[in-house]
């Protein structure tokens, strides 16, 4: 996409302009960056995520928006807590 947007045709189908060599550059290291990143964040245990809460006090905001986030986060523990728990 970075070199095909740089030619008419590219740019046309894809709604894109020409980029400065360092704009090019910088595409193609963030790009790069997320294939060592990747299995890098692959090797963190799933037990270290469950800390994540998604509770939601029900007194501050709307009340039928927080029961359904809430009632989606039950749906999501349990999920998470299966696949956890699951022998390997």
């Known amino acids: ?48 995520f469950y800390y994540v809460g998604l509770k939601m006090d029900l007194e501050n905001e709307d009340a039928e928006t927080l029961k359904g986030v809430n009632n989606a986060y039950e749906i999501y523990s349990r999920k998470f807590s299966s696949i956890v728990d699951a022998p390997i």
């Open 1 to 48: 996409m970075v070199r095909f947007g740089n030619s008419e045709l590219g740019s046309a189908l894809l709604g894109t302009a020409p980029l400065t060599t360092n704009q090019v550059i910088t595409c193609w290291v963030l790009g790069f960056s997320t294939l060592i990143i990747n299995p890098l964040v692959k090797q963190v245990p799933m037990p270290f």
